[in-house]
């Protein structure tokens, strides 16, 4: 009979699913409270075994006989990793800090993945009423979900909406084209060739002759009727939403602020352009109420830009920005301290490059004053450099140099980690897809002959 103790240097072969491994009896007995420690307890005579079981995760544990250090293979789920530890009776304490640690960063991007993926879910439908509001939900924000039954339609009406959001940013593209303007008489001197040019009037007169008369009324009706198809779609989905609590803390409750404030300030315009306007005269503070809607109707089409956040609500079906978004979460941390740096910077170079250029004759001088000194630095520190103000002094040349070497420096180290997240967390959207791919295809049942 085998001696059994720690130094015995007889051969063990462990076959693992057809792999063989070699090590010996005193090695698989530092740790006899283990399978293979009490397997080379209980049968002293034998030589070879053999386990159904992953042959990487077995080469860790092999390992961990060897070195005493135990780590998770590289392309392992964790959990998997821990259900087969158990199999070999290995205490997961033994695992080492650093595979610890990104098992938790793993685990944290799973729940961010399923933060993103989840909807608004009824828990009980509560009658068919309320079942049928539910499948509208579903129809309208989970094209890909299990509980949406017109899936074709769903993804349909996803792309339309998407389009029809494309079309929403054309239109209101193309309006501030000179060439689709009327080409009107205007009261004013000259015909303005630019928004800008179309200065800010008392008057109703003017307003009418430089805003309403001079961009065509197709674009204000273009206009009218996406503000009317974004507002019915976001109270559909407000009506069917299972849970309005849950509804104003997602991208919906953003949808429904622009859309309540939109409606807000087209009835003021809407009072000024076909009351107020053609019945000047019989208002006393006409003027007043004509700037107010002109007014509105700037903060409509500020606040209407604001409708392309609802492309935000992909997430969910686009893995591409799912995976945007979620890097710029986990690096929230790094852009503020992006941020603060510029603007320190900013404030300390800003008056040394004005100071350092004083001396220059007013034609040379491009820096005026501290705020445009700060202008430049940001232009210099971000790499951009306009050329549009440039020192002409030797201490502002010095003082340039700093900034240059300064802004290289404070901009590449927060954006290098940045680039580091979005490196893992696109690997770990590339795995996660891998075995959902591989999760549905063991799922889908078999087709008989």
Known sequence: MTKLNKDNPSNIIINISGQNFVSTVGTLLKYPKSRLGKLVRNDPSGTNYFFESDAEIFKEVLKFYIGGELHCPKNICYSDFLSHLEFWEVAAENISECCIQEAKSSSDLDKQFDYFNKNVKAKTYGGSKNQKAYLIWCFLTDPFGPDTQYRAGSKAFAVGYLLFTLFSALQSAISTLPAAWNNVET???????????????????????????????????????????????????????????????????????????????????????????????????????????FCAQMIIVGVGQMRY?????????????????????????????????????????????????????????????????????????????????????????????????????????????VGGNFAVVYEHNQKREKEELKANYNSTPEISK
């Open 309 to 417: 956040l609802r492309l935000l609500s992909y997430a969910s079906v686009y893995s591409g920005l799912k995976v945007l978004l979620i890097t710029f979460y986990r690096s929230w941390k790094e852009l503020i301290l992006l941020v603060s740096l510029l603007t320190m910077s900013v404030l300390i170079f800003g008056p040394m490059i004005y100071f350092s250029s004083i001396t220059a004759t007013d034609q040379e001088n491009t820096i005026s004053s501290v705020p445009s000194a700060y202008w430049f630095v940001i232009v210099t520190m971000t790499t951009v450099g306009y050329g549009d103000m440039y020192p002409t002094t030797f201490p502002g040349y010095l003082v340039t140099i700093v900034v240059m070497l300064v802004g290289l420096t404070i901009t590449a180290l927060p954006i290098a980690i």
């Open 187 to 293: 009261n004013s001197s000259s015909q303005p060739t630019r928004l800008p040019d179309i200065k800010y009037n008392t008057s109703c007169e003017g307003y009418n002759d430089m805003w309403l008369v001079l961009i065509p009324d197709v674009f204000g009706y273009l206009n009218l009727l996406c503000f009317i198809v974004y507002a019915i779609e976001i109270w559909i989905r407000f009506i069917t939403c299972p849970n309005k609590r849950k509804f104003w803390k997602s991208i919906n409750g953003v949808d429904m602020l622009i859309s309540l404030t939109e409606t807000v300030f087209y009835v003021i315009a809407l009072f000024g352009i076909f009351v107020v306007v053609p019945n000047a005269d019989q208002f006393e503070n006409s003027s007043s109420l004509c700037v107010a809607a």
